[in-house]
């Protein structure tokens, strides 16, 4: 390896420096802060674990992004998490004992394969919260309301758009048209897409003027609150799981419509993210200057199936970092005081009781330069230890 490539970072690794380092901490503790607030009991599980126990309910996309390696002591085959929440499911499953509602919250290092997209990091740092022991739609609102609260924190909620779902829409239709594995996969793939052309080409080789054109509607049911009156008359004729749904998410938008009036809400029935995973509504806050989601979250009632406690769970996660970049504060840090170098003992008193009190004090060390660069210094002045400008 050539000496210039030492300090290279892998492709998407990131790093913080100063003081953008400072402000991520302060943010951690303010969003923890938040969340504590709110009566959430945090929790830090390890950054690894025996993969099987890594990945148990949360499907192949999460597999192929989860970094493996074998454990030196037990020949077992680990993974570096690429997800805190299952880690999440199994504490709420084996390592509490709470029969009813649990609220948990979490901040730590994850590490992907992948990065989510061309410019994203492969080791954001993921915060969230997560209920488990509740199934109502309460709880959701509980949740998204925390979101909501946690971008207002970083003051990235104004022009905020919320895009909400429901996996039980695509779930019912699939259903209905009794779609085998080869013909629901292309499907999803052309959903994904977006690909209208290809999609007229898919439904034609189905059988049912019905089902045609429920599927092929599906993609086109993405917009404001009203996407849902037109869905429930082009629908109307659906499995009731695909009205329940409907049903659910006009409660939900009316409800955060009158907790948050200046919220813009955005529907896309045919939203797939985390169809394995999820299994009611699925939410994404995104903001202009942003391409990708600054914070997702939804249903997965069946996540602690496999740790043998299915509980109702819902909740949402976020990228600190990335909340830290939107946010309209102003990074700043207080000006660092250099106090001259010796074994004074009024010299060191001084330096502590400013310590104690908040101050950022260093003291100089012997033909060291870099404490030129401080702005303020210590001095004796009239037997007292002041801080004065240099």
């Known amino acids: 390896m050539a000496l210039a490539d030492r300090w290279l970072l892998p492709d998407g690794v990131k790093e913080v420096l100063a003081p953008d380092a400072h402000y991520v901490e302060a943010l951690r503790r303010r969003m923890l802060d938040l969340y504590h607030r709110w009566g959430y009991e945090l929790v830090m599980p390890p950054l690894m674990e025996h993969l099987d126990s890594l990945l148990t309910g949360v499907g192949r996309d999460l597999d192929l992004n989860t970094f493996k390696l074998t454990d030196q ?20 499953a084996h390592r509490m004992h709470t029969e009813g509602v649990n609220r948990l ?23 969230g919260a997560e209920i488990y022991g509740h199934a109502g739609i309460e709880s959701d609102l509980e949740v998204i309301s925390l979101m909501l609260e946690t971008l207002a924190e970083v003051k990235a909620d104004h022009d ?112 797939l993210r985390g169809y394995n995973y999820h299994t009611g509504v699925v939410f994404a806050a995104y903001v202009p200057t942003h391409g990708q989601a600054v914070a997702k979250g939804g249903r997965y009632d069946e996540i602690g199936r496999d740790f043998g406690r299915a509980r109702p769970a819902t909740g949402f996660s976020a990228d600190l970092k990335t909340l830290a970049e939107l946010s309209r504060e102003p990074v700043s840090m207080a000006p660092v005081v250099v106090a001259p170098a010796g074994e004074d003992e009024s010299l060191l008193r001084a330096i502590r009781d400013l310590r104690a009190q908040g101050e950022r004090v260093v003291q100089a060390l012997p033909g060291a330069a870099q404490e030129d660069a401080y702005s303020h210094q210590l001095v004796l002045r009239e037997g007292q230890w002041v801080i004065a400008k240099r």
């Open 73 to 92: 002591l037990s020949g077992r085959t680990l993974g570096v998490r690429a997800d805190i929440t299952p880690q999440v499911a199994r504490i709420d």
């Open 105 to 127: 919250c979490y901040c730590g290092s994850v590490l992907h394969t992948h990065p989510a997209q061309p410019l994203a990091s492969r080791n954001p740092t993921q915060v």
């Open 160 to 271: 905020l758009s919320l895009d909400l779902g429901h996996v039980d829409i695509f779930g019912g239709l699939m259903a209905a048209a009794a779609l085998d594995g080869a013909q629901q996969a292309e499907y999803r793939d052309i959903l994904e897409r977006k690909a209208l052309p290809e999609l007229a080409q898919f439904v034609d080789t189905l059988d049912g003027p019905q089902v045609r054109g429920w599927l092929a509607e599906l993609p086109r049911m993405i917009g404001g609150v009203e996407v849902l009156a037109r869905a429930q008359q082009v629908f109307a004729e659906a499995p009731a799981q695909v009205a329940e749904a409907l049903q659910y998410l006009q409660r939900l938008a009316d409800t955060l419509q009158a907790r948050y009036p200046q919220l813009d809400l955005y529907f896309d029935l045919s939203e």
